[in-house]
């Protein structure tokens, strides 16, 4: 079993930064992809953006130049720098991690439970 624990969510005035984090523990061999999703009310949760083992980035359209992505592989953990946040980016943000579980295998994809973003003045 994986287990996936995001922190770092709260409320933030527009223009504001936050940093989630998102450690991974349980039987992992190793993990192949990391990133996060967000969720909005009313919405369909959504690719914010994604990092590689080897530290190939993606990012949506809407955080370019805005969200950074970035991993300690020897922890297994995930980290989200958002900065210049707008009230467009509230949502509750979704760690996802494809785990290696078993060497040469592949992945099995985990979720956090998840924490709220909030962007208001």
């Known amino acids: 079993q994986v287990h996936l624990v995001e922190s770092g969510g709260g409320l933030v005035q527009p223009g504001g930064s936050l940093r989630l984090s998102c450690a991974a523990s349980?039987?992992?061999?190793?993990?192949?992809?990391m990133g996060w999703y967000r969720q909005a009310p009313g919405k369909q949760r959504e690719l914010v953006t994604t990092?590689?083992?080897?530290?190939?980035?993606y990012y949506a359209d809407s955080v370019k130049g805005r969200f950074t992505i970035s991993r300690d592989n020897a922890k297994n953990t995930v980290y989200l720098q958002m900065n210049s946040l707008k009230a467009e980016d509230t949502a509750v943000y979704y760690c996802?991690?494809?785990?290696?579980?078993?060497?040469?295998?592949?992945?099995?994809?985990?979720w956090g439970l998840g924490t709220q973003v909030t962007v208001s003045s």
């Open positions: 996802n991690a494809d785990v290696e579980v078993v060497p040469g295998q592949e992945g099995v994809d985990y």
């Open positions: 349980g039987s992992i061999f190793s993990i192949y992809a």
């Open positions: 990092i590689t083992r080897g530290g190939r980035t």
